[in-house]
């Protein structure tokens, strides 16, 4: 994207200008976001708010891996997008589980009947 970009704006050396990468970076988030809108529909009905709210939090999610990209390369985005869903989808995803849990067996001892006569 960058590169599309640079034609239209970039330095006397051809290089695309650092608002041009910008442009692009943020782009490309915003896209980033919306591809996460399907699993999002998976989950949810999805209203304009949750639309809103999905293409915000993972496009700045998608500008912090852009900006990895541009400064480390393709493999250090994908390294911490991977980390990233590992830490969020499975170790999150447990540990709301757990708590979820605990919390229903503190609800279930709390509105239990007293065993006393």
């Given at each position: 994207?960058?590169?599309?970009i640079?034609?239209?704006?970039?330095?006397?050396?051809g290089?695309?200008?650092?608002?041009?990468?910008?442009?692009a970076?943020v782009?490309?988030?915003?896209i980033?976001?919306?591809?996460?809108?399907?699993?999002?529909?998976?989950?949810?009905?999805?209203?304009?708010?949750?639309?809103?709210?999905?293409?915000?939090?993972?496009?700045?999610?998608?500008?912090?891996?852009?900006?990895?990209?541009?400064?480390?390369?393709?493999?250090?985005a994908?390294?911490?997008?991977?980390?990233?869903?590992?830490?969020l989808?499975?170790?999150?995803?447990?540990?709301?589980?757990?708590?979820?849990?605990?919390?229903?067996?503190?609800?279930?001892?709390?509105s239990?009947?007293?065993?006393?006569?």
């Amino acid at each position: 994207m960058a590169w599309l970009i640079g034609f239209a704006w970039h330095l006397p050396t051809g290089k695309p200008t650092l608002g041009a990468l910008w442009l692009a970076n943020v782009l490309a988030a915003i896209i980033f976001g919306l591809g996460h809108l399907p699993a999002t529909a998976a989950l949810v009905e999805l209203t304009p708010i949750l639309i809103v709210r999905a293409i915000l939090l993972n496009g700045i999610v998608g500008v912090a891996f852009g900006y990895l990209f541009w400064q480390y390369g393709l493999e250090a985005a994908m390294l911490v997008h991977f980390t990233a869903d590992i830490v969020l989808h499975i170790i999150g995803d447990s540990i709301a589980k757990a708590i979820r849990a605990a919390e229903a067996q503190k609800k279930s001892r709390t509105s239990s009947p007293s065993s006393q006569p």
